[in-house]
């Protein structure tokens, strides 16, 4: 009974956190009602800066440094200056001219660094700023590193001792990876080649859809829930499957087996298929991680903001509210350490698929 206690007060905790911003933004600002949608949009899309809460009416966060080059020209500054000028910022770029740089609310350029023109136009810069993901990415993969390295060490130190700690639980996840995964979809004899890439690939995304769902900087980060991120996996996988392809994967693209010769000629629809398939696998790939991760956080802000709304037409409607949709975000947290791992699989499965049918060997 402790236990469970101390489980609904770190719950409420979190939720309290979750909900902090909009605590604070809508006791300074009684006359402008909650918009849920934008609220939600604001957590899973990447920013230029990491917004921790608010505390009576003042932003609460991290300073992202933004790099950006105009015309052979590096230029960089902290985000926190936009906060600090109406979401503009002029650097002067000679000795007679200024170029000013802006954070559009609308439009097409939406929350990205642009460049002001005289004519009222907008310009985007080449931008490889440090967001928020970029961040978040740096502070995963440094953990990552440190993780194995420590593992490392221990199968140094101990030798063929049992394992231990940290030690025993990357041993079986890697177990699982090469035993239920790679060996199952590849052959034997070519499985030690994609190994490497597979074992990463799970735990990368594993610990981020982890880390995504702790509301707590430096974590929480939207990186799988980021198409850019989801999208790179992809190619990577689709890189792998095509340039280590021997040619039996290339001759039943251009000549699938057991398919009659009218598919074939004189219009070739099946290798024009089997073509196409080539491209949509990765697409596929990457649209499924983004989905069902950004769905998840989705779920969960919806929950939580559903309290603001019932709040804006009774305080007490809002507290039942509350409980209510405390409830519901653990339930949905809880299938949510479920799709990260789920997630993970499916991705590594099907990347060890591919892979398997790009170095199968057909036995005459």
């Known amino acids: 009974m402790k236990n469970k206690n101390i489980f609904i007060s770190l719950s409420f905790l979190i939720c309290l956190l979750f909900s902090m911003p909009q605590f604070a933004i809508?006791?300074?600002?009684?006359?402008?009602?909650?918009?849920?949608?934008?609220?939600?949009?604001?957590?899973?899309?990447?920013?230029?800066?990491?917004?921790?809460?608010?505390?009576?009416?003042?932003h609460v966060g991290v300073s992202l440094p933004?790099?950006?080059?105009?015309?052979?020209?590096?230029?960089?500054?902290?985000?926190?200056?936009?906060?600090?000028?109406?979401?503009?910022?002029?650097?002067?770029?000679?000795?007679?001219?200024?170029?000013?740089?802006?954070?559009?609310?609308?439009?097409?350029?939406?929350?990205?660094?642009?460049?002001?023109?005289?004519?009222?136009?907008?310009?985007?810069?080449?931008d490889i700023s440090i967001t928020k993901n970029v961040l978040g990415l740096f502070i995963s993969c440094t953990l990552l590193?440190?993780?194995?390295?420590?593992?490392?060490?221990?199968?140094?130190?101990?030798?063929?001792?049992?394992?231990?700690?940290?030690?025993?639980?990357?041993?079986?996840?890697?177990?699982?990876?090469?035993?239920?995964?790679?060996?199952?979809?590849?052959?034997?004899?070519?499985?030690?080649?994609?190994?490497?890439?597979?074992?990463?690939?799970?735990?990368?995304?594993?610990?981020?859809?982890?880390?995504?769902?702790?509301?707590?900087?430096?974590?929480?980060?939207?990186?799988?829930?980021n198409i850019a991120i989801?999208?790179?996996?992809?190619?990577?996988?689709?890189?792998?499957?095509?340039?280590?392809?021997?040619?039996?994967?290339?001759?039943?693209i251009v000549n699938t087996p057991g398919v009659p010769w009218f598919l074939k000629l004189p219009i070739p629809l099946m290798p024009i298929i089997e073509t196409v398939g080539c491209f949509t696998k990765p697409v596929v790939l990457a649209i499924r991680l983004f989905a069902n991760i950004t769905a998840g956080h989705i779920v969960v802000l919806g929950f939580?903001?559903?309290?603001?709304?019932?709040?804006?037409?009774?305080?007490g409607g809002g507290i039942g509210m509350s409980v209510f949709s405390l409830i519901l975000v653990i339930f949905v947290d809880a299938i949510e350490l479920l799709v990260a791992y789920i997630q993970a699989y499916v991705f590594t499965l099907l990347s060890a698929l591919y892979f398997g049918m790009a170095s199968k060997e057909h036995h005459h």
């Open 26 to 58: 809508a006791e300074n600002q009684k006359e402008e009602k909650y918009n849920a949608g934008e609220t939600i949009i604001e957590h899973i899309l990447d920013s230029y800066d990491w917004h921790i809460f608010t505390w009576k009416g003042h």
């Open 66 to 126: 933004i790099i950006v080059f105009n015309e052979g020209k590096c230029y960089t500054f902290s985000s926190k200056v936009f906060h600090h000028s109406d979401t503009y910022v002029t650097v002067n770029k000679t000795n007679s001219e200024d170029i000013t740089f802006a954070i559009p609310h609308e439009g097409k350029y939406k929350g990205k660094v642009v460049i002001l023109n005289a004519d009222g136009t907008q310009k985007r810069p080449l």
């Open 145 to 225: 590193v440190v993780m194995f390295l420590i593992v490392a060490k221990a199968y140094r130190k101990r030798g063929e001792k049992a394992p231990k700690g940290l030690q025993s639980l990357f041993e079986w996840l890697i177990c699982y990876v090469r035993d239920d995964i790679a060996l199952k979809a590849i052959d034997k004899k070519h499985v030690d080649r994609y190994l490497p890439y597979l074992i990463t690939v799970f735990f990368f995304i594993f610990f981020n859809n982890l880390l995504g769902l702790i509301p707590f900087f430096p974590f929480g980060a939207n990186l799988t829930g």
């Open 230 to 252: 989801t999208a790179t996996l992809a190619v990577l996988t689709f890189l792998i499957t095509n340039l280590f392809g021997n040619k039996e994967y290339y001759k039943d």
């Open 304 to 315: 939580i903001s559903s309290i603001f709304i019932v709040a804006q037409i009774s305080v």
